[in-house]
């Protein structure tokens, strides 16, 4: 019964910062990988931000330079800092996580960068 519960989305005009939460009600060790996806309308879902279990961050070219996910162990909680936010950055945004050959997903929260 793993559960990720993001927060953190709302409306910011475009140059603006949001932090995204994603809590997850197992610790984060649990994870081989813990990311997060974005689905902008008509678009596929993509990767923007990968921590894995070996603490290596990825990210998504567009969004390099100006997010940053982390994670606090304590709080059992992850986070995408979004600075610099652009209308380009508007999506859902999710919180995935793998733990061997299952995959988990919170329900989503909404980024809308106005111009």
């Known amino acids: 019964q793993v559960q990720l519960v993001e927060s953190g989305g709302g409306l910011v005009q475009a140059g603006g910062s949001l932090r995204l939460s994603c809590a997850a009600s197992?610790?984060?060790?649990?994870?081989?990988?813990m990311g997060w996806y974005r689905q902008a309308p008509g678009k596929q879902r993509e990767l923007v931000a990968l921590?894995?279990?070996?603490?290596?961050?990825n990210y998504a070219d567009s969004v390099k330079g100006r997010f940053t996910i982390s994670r606090d162990n304590a709080k059992d909680t992850v986070y995408l800092q979004m600075r610099s936010l652009t209308p380009e950055d508007t999506a859902v945004y999710y919180c995935?996580?793998?733990?061997?050959?299952?995959?988990?997903w919170g329900q989503g929260t909404q980024v809308t960068v106005s111009s």
């Open positions: 197992v610790s984060v060790f649990s994870f081989t990988a």
């Open positions: 995935g996580a793998s733990m061997r050959t299952l995959e988990y």
């Open positions: 921590l894995t279990s070996s603490s290596t961050r």
